[in-house]
């Protein structure tokens, strides 16, 4: 099983900062990783897919990065609706794994 | 406008039995392979099962091997999760979800229906 660990695990951050969000995987993914980002209450809403794609209907400030193991997400300049859990995804291999999750807080 | 209604969940006792439905609407279900995610309170994202578009194929996480079931009916454009032999550690929100294209990522998601396993 593919192993996904994300880092920090919270991320405290004012409102127009940088956001850089870290999934590691335990053996390479290729590009086969997806995020996702989910609040409180909702189901989650993919953001992007194989690693650099942006979602149909995902804001430009969104943007991914990164193959083999070593992927990030960032977030250009914080809007209020940006805080939230965000998850990687990986589809390359049986069993699909999410990675433990990286809560955005606004500082 | 895609539309996924879950249904199903409920109180039940270890050992117990459950069966999640999730209907579609606002696209071909035929077409694309779906799954469902679970989430227990407070905890992160768990894939569950994946079952392709033609239901050819279907695929398990360890946790739930050998106890739930993936299916579907692309004439009623439902999704189904037969759900045996209950453990405490099953209990979560189950979430039915449409996959992207042909590619096993998540596109679109149910809003979800809680397993809650108690004695």
Redesign the interface.
Known sequence: ?IVLTQSPVTLSLSLGERATLSCRASQSVSSFL?W?Q?KPGQ????LI??ASNR??GIPARFSGSGSGTDFTLTISSLEPEDFAVY?C?Q?SN????????TKVEIK | EVQLLESGGGLVQPGGSLRLSCVASGFTFSNYVM?W?RQAPGK????VS?IAHSADST????SVKGRFTISRDNSKNTLYLQMNSLRVEDTAVY?CAKG?ES?????S????TLVTVSS
Do not use: K, M, N
């Open positions: 099983e997806a996702y989910q189901a989650p809403r993919l897919y194989d979602a149909t998850y995804h589809r049986w069993p699909l794994t999410f990675g433990g999750g | 799954a995610v992160g994202l768990e894939w994946t695929y398990y996480a360890d979430y992207f590619r096993s990522y998540w596109e998601w149910g809003q979800g």
